[in-house]
């Protein structure tokens, strides 16, 4: 992909949010490259002890795709006066640390910017930039799940008091909402000349994903996400259906009701339901709807999952099979669109779902990510370092 060619981003992140961002804009053909300490790599690296030939975990290889990878103690003068050669050839610099840090570091906005003023200075945060927790870890089962009340209403919902857990969902999506913010300073800057300071967060995100639910809290509505009404209260056409080997088929036929109705009739083998009066216009079928669910469950459990999918494919509306995450590999629709796709990795094949945008209707083969500091060497040279001094560096410690 070459939609960001020509734009360097400086990557000092951890874990999987803010590194997460790093991955799009490389796998959309940004040079990123990502800065570890030479004895403390990225927690996300070694998450599970692993001990991958690459050097990293699957999620490292997920979210820090196609990165390039330097080693730097910015503790020390040495390291950080490289770091800031390198924000010197830079349009972004992405980050995970909080301001204490940052600040102790030398690498907050004015720091940076006084060598490159231009430079775009990305943040992503568990609860924002203020406020009095601003200065607060975060990770997506605290700040996005739980404190974005996610986790209540799906433990609401499912009447457990079991929090959900779901791996990175809050971390692939902030990661995302991030890269939107930080494409939208560099369309900014090339239309103004005006750089900006660019923040993201868990919390911020999650609010916004589950905003109908947040809005209708205060006006006094229902939730708007969960279990929703029992399933004979909702009409047939947007409802669940079993199949005979246990499966489910969703139906969201929101369209020309009728229209859509006499069709998905003619395909389940009983046209005859289009024209009973209980169920011939949208009045009739949401008069009587626990009628017409009824008469579908029973139509639909006689058939496998596979054989629906099969008979629905050519339907009018909207439906959609419940599928496994396994399943989503072999959908035709992953597999036309690219959704997902195999990077060659040094220890094989491995299947990574690509960033959700399409340019030219080509999503991009994935990167692969880096071994630590594997372009140490690389990078610096390119930073005016010889190889005498590269070797001083590394002898010191400052780089690995």
């Known amino acids: ?140 089962d605290a700040s996005w799940s739980c404190r974005g009340s996610l986790a209540d209403t799906t433990m609401k919902a499912t009447g457990t008091d079991v929090m959900p857990g779901a791996i990175g969902h809050g971390d692939g999506m902030s990661g995302m909402t991030l890269v939107s913010g930080i494409c939208a300073a560099l369309a900014r800057r090339a239309r103004t000349g005006v750089p900006t300071v660019v923040d993201a967060s868990l919390l911020g995100t999650a609010i916004w994903f589950n905003g109908p639910a947040i809005i209708e809290s205060k006006r006094g509505g229902s939730s708007m996400f969960g279990m929703g009404p029992p399933r004979h209260e909702r009409l047939a056409n947007t409802n669940n259906y079993r199949t005979r080997d246990g499966r489910f088929i969703v139906l969201s036929m929101l369209g020309d009701y009728d229209t859509e109705w006499s069709d998905l009739c003619a395909h389940l083998g009983h046209p005859e339901l289009a024209t009973d009066p209980r169920f011939s216009t949208s009045a009739a079928r ?91 060497d690389e990078v610096m040279a390119e930073l005016g370092y010889d190889a005498a001094e590269i070797a001083r560096y590394r002898s010191a410690g400052i780089i690995a």
């Open 1 to 140: 992909m070459d939609i960001l060619e020509g734009v360097r981003v400086v990557d000092l992140t951890m874990w999987a949010f803010v590194p997460s961002a790093g991955g799009v804009l490389a796998h959309w053909g940004a040079d990123v490259v990502k800065v570890e300490h030479p004895r403390q790599p990225d927690p996300m690296r070694l998450l599970g002890g692993s001990a991958d030939p690459g050097g990293a975990s699957w999620l490292f290889k997920h979210y820090s795709r196609g990165k390039r990878a330097i080693t730097l103690d910015l503790t020390a003068p040495e390291g950080l006066e490289a770091l800031y050669r390198l924000i010197e050839t830079a349009d972004v610099f992405l980050t995970s640390y909080l301001a204490p840090t940052r600040k102790k570091l030398k690498i907050d906005v004015d720091d940076l910017r006084a060598r490159n003023p231009q430079i775009i200075y990305a943040r992503g945060s568990g609860q924002g930039p203020l406020g009095p927790e601003a200065d607060r870890g975060g990770f997506d």
């Open 286 to 376: 949401a008069t009587n709807r626990a009628a017409a669910v009824d008469l579908l469950d029973e139509i639909f459990v006689q058939r496998t999952y596979e054989e629906w999918k099969r008979i629905l494919v050519t339907t009018k509306g909207v439906w959609g099979p419940v599928q496994t995450a396994r399943e989503i590999h072999d959908d035709p629709q992953t597999i036309a669109n690219g959704f997902v796709r195999d990077v060659q990795d040094v220890d094989g094949p491995l299947a990574l779902p690509v960033p959700p945008i399409l340019f030219d209707e080509e999503g991009g083969d994935p990167p692969r990510a880096p071994d630590f500091g594997e372009h140490s």
